[in-house]
């Protein structure tokens, strides 16, 4: 029997019932959280911790001096040297029960959470996939365990946040309890505050102010990899983004932490301001610091730190002449390593990751994320671009094509299905435009006095960009082979669900489908009711006897 959502379900009580996920199963009643649609974030997280703990492990024996074997590693059996995981906020269990049956190389996984009721049913899911020897559930605040893990024989080698929301309240012990080289993984759903919803609420949990932008799941990643390193620069420690996902209603991140005083002073060159124009929305980075690397008159290599001078643009955007927004910092060195990334692609395809339920989808987000241009951040959206200048869409290989042309590098984001990400000038970028207004002119009654459209457009382009002659790179790979790189919504009244509910069966989407515009539908209620009252009074006038005279 399938639920709703295509999870195979099978009842075992009145207010129960077995779920299973791969190779797990997990007997759901009460409310304890479950979301099958975080399917696909489970499955990239077995994948890259079955990547992680061979390099981490590699990289142990080395400094131990003792052989490395990672064919003895075999996913569900217990690792003496592997890796310790701490799931800190576990509610099911389902994800730390997938880690122990699928990751190789794992010595103890601790499952935990608060809820005295969470962790019966992690402990409960434990015995029915019998996996005692490698999950330890625990009842605790999850800030207390990690904190009272600081000791070196404590430490973890990988941590698990996926906590509803903002995450940042879990950042500080995690830093404190993770081993040096170990793994952190983080997601954050709080995407409306990451966005540039509610900027003040963001500076209060995140420490940097979000511009509302079209690049904004990208903008999300940076901050949150922003806000991590700056916890982390507190303990002698620095962050090394292995990957970073925008999917669905979340952001996740997957970074290793490292110790080093020295290394913590190139933070500041790796964090930046951002200026966005109030009319064009052009955007503009400018580092907090600067890094120069000078050779010594006896060879040696000489760094020096400094404070680069600003603003970079200046009162007035000098495409347009409007203000400027200013937000920040954010993170703006690279948020993958495609070495990492390009390792990641080649596991998947292997057994048993190639079974895994979301592989299309894999496969597809980290074949973009490959293509990415590691050293530009952030993006511009094409439909956006020429909505500001009321010009006809230009179609997105023949915009790639005038830019490669003109011998820029471009590519797309897995955050955004027409995003325009490149190394080129936003000159240049206007400029192209201005080029595709020749052959679509704009409507004459558009070019209005004061707006982007005509003090853009009322300067002539400086050359002429090839459109028609479709450059070979203009069409990567991934669009080229029509891979699975933005999913569609995988279910009927599909989002992120709301806290402590079983999010499957036919509960959900009742409640869902009884909540869709309350409002509106309160407001009829009132003015039915409203309607017949004064029916109601109409009647009973005509029905009082008239008095005689």
């Known amino acids: 029997m399938e639920d709703s959502t295509g ?8 207010s129960e019932r077995v779920i299973k996920e791969r190779s797990a199963e997990i007997i759901a009643g009460g409310s304890v ?13 077995i994948s890259v911790l079955n990547v992680f703990a061979k390099r981490f492990l590699k990289e142990r024996a080395q400094s131990e001096n003792v052989e490395f074997d990672d064919s003895t590693f075999v996913a569900g059996e217990k690792c003496e040297n592997g890796l310790r995981i701490l799931e800190a906020l576990s509610a099911t269990g389902l994800r730390s029960i997938r880690y122990a049956k699928e990751i190789a190389g794992v010595r103890e996984i601790i499952a ?15 015995r029915h996939n019998a996996v005692e020897n490698l999950i330890v559930p625990s009842q605790s605040d999850a800030m207390t365990l990690m ?31 993770i081993a040096n080289g170990g793994l952190l993984l983080v ?7 990451l966005a540039g919803n509610t900027p003040e609420a963001c500076y209060a949990k995140y420490g940097c102010v979000p511009l509302r932008m079209k690049c904004c799941h990208e903008m999300a990643l940076r901050i949150l990899l922003h806000s991590i390193e700056t916890h982390a620069n507190r303990y002698g420690k620095y962050i090394e983004p292995l990957l970073s996902i925008s999917a669905d209603f979340y952001v996740r991140v997957f970074v290793r932490i490292h110790t080093g005083q020295a290394k913590c002073k190139y933070s500041m060159s790796k964090q930046s301001m951002i200026f966005q124009c109030t009319g064009c929305e052009t955007f503009t980075l400018q580092p907090l610091g600067n890094v120069k690397v000078s050779t010594t008159d006896k060879g040696k290599s000489q ?7 600003g603003p970079s643009v200046g009162t007035n955007c000098e495409h347009c002449g409007h203000k400027h927004h200013m937000g920040g910092p954010i993170w703006s060195n690279p948020i ?3 070495g990492f990334v390009k390792e990641l692609l080649q596991t998947i395809e292997e057994r048993p990751l190639c079974e895994l339920g979301t592989h299309r989808r894999l496969q597809g987000v980290l074949s973009v994320v490959q293509e990415e241009l590691l050293d530009v951040p952030l993006y511009y959206v094409l439909d956006k671009l020429c909505c500001v200048l009321k010009l006809e869409n230009v179609p997105v290989l023949k915009f790639r094509s005038a830019l490669l042309h003109a011998g820029y590098r471009v590519s797309f984001s897995h955050a955004s299905k027409n995003s325009i990400k490149t190394d080129a000038p936003t000159s240049v970028i206007w400029d192209i435009l201005r080029c595709w207004a020749k052959r679509h002119p704009v409507k004459e009654n558009r070019m209005l006095d004061g707006t982007p459209v005509k003090t853009i457009l009322q300067r002539p382009p400086t050359k002429d960009y090839v459109f028609d002659d479709i450059h070979p790179e203009a069409n990567p790979y991934s669009r080229r082979n029509a891979l699975t790189r933005f999913q569609e919504n995988p279910t009927a009244h599909w989002g ?17 489908f009884r909540n869709q515009n309350k409002k509106q539908k309160q407001k009829s209620t009132d003015k039915d009711n409203t309607a017949k009252e004064n029916s109601d009074d109409e009647q009973s006038k005509c029905k009082q006897p008239k008095l005689e005279t």
Not at 112 to 126: F, G, H
Not at 153 to 167: A, H, M, N, S, T
């Open 7 to 14: 999870q195979p379900v099978t009842s075992i009580g009145a």
């Open 33 to 45: 959280f479950y979301n099958p649609v975080q399917e696909f974030n489970r499955d990239l997280s």
């Open 112 to 126: 935990n959470d608060l809820s005295k009721a969470a962790v019966a049913s992690i402990s409960e899911n434990v």
């Open 147 to 177: 904190y009272l893990s600081t000791s070196n024989e404590k430490r973890f080698d990988v941590i698990d946040l996926d906590p509803y929301g903002c995450p940042n309240r879990f950042l500080d012990g995690a830093l404190q309890s």
């Open 187 to 193: 997601t954050a759903t709080d995407m409306a505050v």
């Open 303 to 309: 760094t020096k730190f400094g404070i680069p001078t």
């Open 336 to 338: 993958h390593d495609h």
């Open 496 to 512: 992120p669900g709301t806290r402590a509910t079983i999010m499957i069966g036919q509960d959900k989407v009742a409640k869902s």
